[in-house]
């Protein structure tokens, strides 16, 4: 059930993997893994590789410094570790994004009613944010963003490892958020799947929408969230706000 609508909202936050995209994460993530890691067979073993990139990753996650971009905590880590320039590695990710991560839109599939959440928020007038893990450069999101049928000129703000210096779950990466897009907390609303990294949004006083077709629980425990439904429940909601 849907409560009632308390706030005058301004701004519609979006998740990507698993919101307004039907991503089967269960077979991507190891299809993506096996792919990147295979571009640099002849620089070093995989199993490092694999092991370095969660490592990085995980870095840069965790990273509290506001004057380090995430691409700067990510790629500092990760080629220390694996012993490779910056300037050796780019022309290989380049070329992984260019020619093989296309090939992983099997494992992605239009949402049915994504495109209505985006219009609802438009006829709303919500400024519209692509609030997707900043842990991918953009061209990574770009291309995911396009298997599920919407494009970047519907978002205001696109949120990705080059122009953002936090990650979910960590409230600073919503505050961010607010800061770019100037609406404060209070009159944004993020909506997602997954019970922490979306629904962290509350610790930046902001109100949660868990999208429950693809919901990622984390643990037992009941999640908390201001409003809850299917997609297409948050397209009605959004539709019906009287902005
Ligand atoms: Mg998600």
Partial sequence: MIKEKTKLYKALLLDLDGTLLDLDIEKFIPAYIEALSGKFNNFIRQDNFIKHLFGATNKMVKNEDPAKKNETVFYDEFCRNIGISFEQLKPLIEDFYRNDFPNLSCWGQVHPHAQSVIEAAKKNNLTLVLATNPIFPAVAILQRLSWSGLSAEQFQLITTMENMHF??????????????????PENCLMAGNDTVEDLSASKAGIDTFLVEDFILQRSEKEPISNYRGSLKDLALFIDRLKN
């Fill in 167 to 184: 990650c979910k779950p960590n409230p600073a990466y919503y505050l961010e958020i607010t800061r770019n897009i100037k609406c404060p």
